[in-house]
């Protein structure tokens, strides 16, 4: 079956971090990948998204890497800010079959001042 | 409305009883989702509407969960007979576009927090 595993969390960061959130799935078929994010109080949105090998989606100052050879698609963010706490879930979505994101567990990111 | 909304944003149930959540998609969202998502959890996807048809319903859970979105806008969600292990939030998702050109990019909604006693 298809399945995406996130590292765990909490992810706890200074201002400024470098932030890496690592991210592998497993798919029958040829997926896109999504980055979404939840904010305190909100709905999950989406933040990136890649659809083919060696794709980088960016946005926000995030960045994350269509890697088919290692299954991965880690998200990236150089320097961190407090308004980037939330909790991150990597997604993916065949293109046959059932047209479902398929979602981690999602890691929460906390960044301190 | 801008964007989707759910009702009622938290319920409590007793054991038994049948709840009903509602889902305002986007106006014009041709595709609605219905996940699942427990404590600590990734969303588990439950069902998929394009229009009023509802196209995949594999991902619920038993035969006391019931979705229907008869003029292809709003929908329900309805639990018969809850048990303490629906006790979960429950997204709403919906997406300009229908199956041919599903990109994966969803609208989701604040959700719906069960809790069942």
């Known amino acids: 079956g298809n399945s995406v595993t996130q590292m765990e969390g909490p992810v706890t960061l200074s201002e400024e971090a470098f932030l890496t959130i690592n991210c592998t799935y497993t798919?029958?078929?040829?997926?896109?990948l999504f980055w979404y994010v939840q904010y305190p109080g909100e709905g999950l949105q989406l933040l990136l998204k890649a659809t083919k090998a060696d794709d980088k989606g960016s946005n926000k100052g995030f960045e994350a890497t269509y890697r088919k050879e290692t299954t991965s698609f880690h998200l990236e963010k150089g320097s961190v800010q407090v308004s980037d706490s939330a909790v991150y879930f990597c997604?993916?979505?065949?293109?046959?079959?059932?047209?479902?994101?398929?979602f981690g567990s999602g890691t929460r990111l906390q960044v301190q001042p | 409305g801008a964007g989707v909304s759910q009702s009622p944003r938290y319920k409590v149930a007793k054991r038994g009883q049948d709840v009903a959540l509602r889902c305002d998609p986007i106006s014009g969202h041709v595709s609605l989702f219905w996940y699942q998502q427990a404590l600590g959890q990734g969303p588990e996807f439950l069902t998929y509407?394009?229009?009023?048809?509802?196209?995949?319903k594999s991902g619920l859970p038993s035969d006391r969960f019931f979705a229907e979105r008869p003029e292809g806008s709003v929908s329900t969600l309805k639990i018969q007979r809850t048990q303490q292990e629906d006790s979960a939030v429950y997204l709403c998702?919906?997406?300009?576009?229908?199956?041919?050109?599903?990109?994966?990019?969803?609208?989701f909604g604040e959700g719906s927090r069960l809790t069942v006693l």
């Open positions: 998702a919906s997406s300009l576009y229908g199956l041919t050109g599903a990109t994966g990019e969803l609208f």
């Open positions: 997604a993916l979505i065949l293109r046959t079959g059932r047209r479902a994101l398929t």
């Open positions: 509407f394009q229009n009023e048809a509802q196209l995949d």
């Open positions: 798919a029958t078929g040829y997926p896109s």
